[in-house]
């Protein structure tokens, strides 16, 4: 089969598309499923640096996620030919991903697509998406609601931040995007933010140890003084759900949001995440798009050939939305 495969040796990294893998078949608790479309993550970008601490195999097929056909089953949940979401575990990081024309994941990283999700559709979400959506329900399981104020998303031109604005903004709320990509407004306006503002807008009385109470809830990708900023001017009894490290995976803040206003940070993991959170999520993501055009999310697409420019581009951060991956789509 053909497949993006990554390589390290003497500290070097290398890929390349290659014809001649094996087909990967279902070990017990597996499903295989013939991919359509995959699409390009950050975390992606990540297990292809040089002594990449996310990738945990010198050799592996590329991709954290993928949506397909399952060609074989040993899940009786998951019949052959059901259309599936596939992501999660080890997928692309310390295993096989889905960058290639079949993969093999435990059944607890399968997902089958409700019925307003197409296999491209899946992907236009992706492993993005799903983490905006659970965000969104985190924040509002912590107590958000529409009519509370403003809801921050950082990163916001992003997979992540992208979709959290959409998301957000189909439930009802007052969207306010912090891009570092100020030629995006329009887009991000589009996408349904109420007002955008710079990555370095966020917070005020920057000699202060806590600034204004500005924010209901927030939705952050990007981690280190841009998570630090969200929770010094988060509202009273607000939360941020925080699911990303573009900027920096250290946070320097201080205690006094959490003591003094009750504030509280959410953590959002789409890797290991239980069952019936995984199905609540898709099943809010493919209810909120449906009838939706989200064409405006594909910032492009590429063939396995592609995939090696397309991760250069994401490590950038200048994306808008999602990168697709066509496999057999
Ligand atoms: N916890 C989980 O399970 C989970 C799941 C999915 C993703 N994530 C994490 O979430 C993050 C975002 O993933 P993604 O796939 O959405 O990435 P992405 O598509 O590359 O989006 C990241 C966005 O962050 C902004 N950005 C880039 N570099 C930055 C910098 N140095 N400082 C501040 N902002 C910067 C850019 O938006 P602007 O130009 O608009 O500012 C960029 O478009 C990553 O850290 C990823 O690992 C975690």
Redesign the pocket.
């Known amino acids: 089969m053909r497949a993006f495969l990554i390589s390290e040796t003497n500290d070097a990294v290398t890929t390349s598309v290659v014809n001649d893998l094996p087909t990967p078949s279902a070990a017990p608790g597996e499903v295989v499923v013939r991919v359509e479309w995959s699409g390009i ?3 992606d970008s990540m297990v292809v640096r040089p002594k990449s601490r996310v990738r945990r195999s010198p050799q592996l097929v590329g991709g954290v996620d993928a949506a397909g056909t399952v060609v074989e089953s040993t899940d009786p949940a998951i019949a052959v030919g059901a259309k599936v979401v596939v992501h999660g575990g080890d997928l692309g990081v310390a295993r096989d991903g889905g960058f290639a024309d079949f993969v093999a994941a435990p059944s607890r990283c399968v997902n089958v697509l409700p019925p307003e999700l197409t296999t491209r559709t899946a992907m236009i979400l992706g ?2 998406g799903y ?1 905006a959506f659970a965000s969104l329900l985190a924040l509002e399981h912590h107590g958000l609601k529409p009519d509370k104020g403003e809801v921050l998303v950082t ?7 992208s979709w959290s604005v959409v998301a957000l903004a189909a439930a009802g709320y007052d969207v306010v995007a912090s ?3 100020t030629e ?1 407004e329009s887009w991000l306006l589009q996408q349904g933010s109420r007002r955008v503002i710079g ?1 370095n807008d966020i917070g005020d009385r920057l000699d202060r140890v806590l600034g204004s109470e500005r924010w209901a809830g927030a939705i952050d ?2 981690g280190g003084e ?1 998570l630090h900023q969200v929770l010094r001017t988060l509202r009273y009894g607000a939360a941020v759900a925080a ?5 920096s995976a250290d946070l320097a803040t201080t205690v006094y949001p959490f003591i003094t206003r009750n504030v509280a940070l959410l953590g ?4 290991q995440a239980e069952a019936h959170t995984r199905a609540a999520t898709w099943l809010l993501a493919a209810q909120t798009i449906s009838g939706r055009d989200i064409e405006g999310l594909v910032d492009s697409t590429v063939s396995l050939e592609g995939v090696r420019d397309a991760l250069a581009i ?1 490590d950038r ?1 200048a ?1 808008r939305g999602r990168i697709l991956v066509q496999v057999n789509g």
């Not at 990163?155 to 931040?161: E, M, N």
């Not at 699911?243 to 900027?247: E, F, H, I, M």
């Not at 959002?268 to 890797?271: G, M, S």
């Open positions: 993550n950050f975390k492993t993005a983490t990163g916001a031109t992003g997979g992540v931040g891009s570092g990509s995006a990555r990708c990007v841009t699911s990303g490290l573009v900027a959002i993991d789409a890797v994401i951060g994306t």
